[in-house]
């Protein structure tokens, strides 16, 4: 059984998707620390001229807050301008009235967590792109300590993962020795970003965008699109 971990993201970009696509199991590796200016709450969307940030504003904390503590600001300061930056760039896209409801529902989930409202995006995408990998929350399991390699691969076991697959990062930190120890295989994500027609083509295509603008996009045939990204 393959799984994958990685940090909760309200706007992930195609590498995530595809990671979750290609696992068993995804574990939102929410005890991490957040870490301001990252992209738990935030990525590119494009516009008619060119990329620009979409942000879920978050309320201010202490330095040490974990992903799963943090929170936003309250939901009537930022759906509404949201959704409508997200309208005025994508509207006029084929599946925007499909999908533009169903985003909506995910961003306004009656919550001020982070995690909560990234795991209904989350759900949102994997419906779309017919993921079936069973999500679940590192802050809900009870990993041993230890160091970094340590720490995932517990959490691995913990779901009972044979293989761990990692994105090519790993290759910096990743020590083998502490997965094979727990008698885990470690394999690596081959993901090369595929290319797509895009509303405002004039500007040529932009890559790294959230995952979102294949799905206003493509609507159906954007699982096809993402497998032919290897």
Not at 65 to 72: C, D, G, L, Q, V
Not at 186 to 194: E, I, N, R
Request: with cysteine; hydrophobic share 35%; proline share 4%.
């Amino acid at each position: 059984m393959i799984v994958s971990i990685h940090q909760p993201h309200v706007f992930p970009w195609l590498g995530y998707v595809d990671k979750m696509a290609k696992s068993d199991v995804f574990i939102l590796f929410d005890n991490a620390q957040y870490v301001k200016h990252e992209w738990q709450n935030r990525n590119y969307v494009k516009s008619p001229n060119g990329k620009v940030f979409v942000t879920i504003p978050v309320a201010k904390s202490r330095l040490s807050t974990s992903i799963a503590e943090k929170r936003t600001r309250p939901c009537k300061e930022w759906h509404g301008a949201t959704l409508e930056k997200l309208s005025s760039y994508y509207r006029t896209t084929r599946f925007w009235p499909q999908l533009g409801e169903q985003v909506s529902g995910a961003l306004k989930t009656r919550t001020d967590s982070l995690v909560d409202i990234a795991t209904s995006m989350l759900a949102v995408l994997c419906d779309h792109f017919s993921i079936k990998a069973r999500i679940c929350r590192a802050s809900q399991l009870a990993p041993r300590q230890g160091n970094a390699s340590e720490y995932l691969a517990d959490l691995v076991q913990q779901v009972g993962g044979t293989h761990y697959l990692s994105g090519e990062g790993g290759h910096g930190y990743l020590e083998l020795n502490q997965f094979e120890k727990s008698g885990i295989d470690v394999v690596w994500q081959s993901f090369s970003h595929p290319t797509y027609d895009q509303q405002f083509m004039e500007l040529g295509f932009i890559p790294n965008l959230f995952a979102l603008d294949l799905l206003f996009n493509h609507g159906p045939r954007s699982r096809s699109i993402l497998n032919a990204s290897v």
